[in-house]
């Protein structure tokens, strides 16, 4: 299920990116923004160029900005997805760099993020970070959930879900086509918990954040799906 789409538009990683600042929560280090006293609080789960793509950091200010407390975890232990290492093609890599292992690395943050007094937590996941967010969302670990151009997610995942969770997903994906998000969707509709689906249209896997600045229009699709989660996050952590 993975493959080239997961890999394109790579990012220039900077380790300074962002209004915020890189401490140690639960195991590992984490990106983090807005107040610590917050109530509510919004865990960003990357692909897999990790957690110092500038694109990634600026939502997380922009999520901060809203009121939440925020934090990106490198679930990628500071080994992100380096498409120009021949020594490590993306099957070899995802071996040692599973959404399994991120889901487990995510419990001991969200217990940390609950320590500092926050009573309610959400999680928006992308791409491969999708699948991290979506077993978050099954063991009810968080309260709402946002999935943008997901990877790794099955129809049986989605059978599981029963929290408020939206799915923002890309026209052209062969990881998660529109066919398979608006299977999705029926599911989700059938059940009682809130949910969001929409596919954007003319936009590829990883437009959220992984698009050119100096690019108009896909900084425009880009925004859109980012004011969506915000709306998501604003009527379901209370």
Not at 3 to 22: D, Q, R
Request: hydrophobic share 40%.
């Amino acid at each position: 299920m993975s493959g080239p789409e997961c890999c394109s538009n790579p990012p220039i990683l900077n380790p300074n990116a962002g209004s915020g600042h890189v401490e140690k929560l639960g195991a590992l280090n984490a990106y983090i923004a807005g107040s610590p006293n917050s109530k509510s609080s919004v865990l960003l789960v990357s692909d897999v160029f990790g957690y110092e793509a500038p694109n990634l950091r600026k939502l997380a200010d922009k999520v901060a900005a809203a009121g939440y407390f925020v934090v990106v975890p490198d679930f990628l232990n500071g080994e992100p997805y380096n498409p120009e290492n021949p020594d490590r093609p993306l099957p070899i890599w995802i071996k040692d760099h599973g959404t399994d292992k991120g889901f487990e690395d995510a419990k001991p943050i969200i217990e940390a993020i609950k320590s500092k007094g926050v009573s309610s937590v959400g999680a928006a996941g992308f791409c491969w970070g999708a699948k991290v967010v979506t077993e978050l969302a099954k063991s009810r670990l968080i309260q709402a959930a946002v999935l943008l151009h997901p990877s790794f997610v099955s129809v049986d995942d989605i059978k599981a879900v029963d929290i408020p969770y939206s799915i923002l997903g890309a026209e052209i994906d062969r990881l998660s086509p529109p066919e398979l998000v608006k299977q999705f969707e029926e599911i989700l509709s059938a059940k009682f918990a809130p949910s969001f689906v929409k596919i954007f249209p003319k936009v590829s896997h990883g437009w959220t954040v992984r698009y050119s600045p100096e690019d108009a229009e896909a900084v425009k699709a880009a925004e859109e799906a980012h004011q969506d989660l915000l709306d998501w996050f604003a009527k379901h952590l209370k």
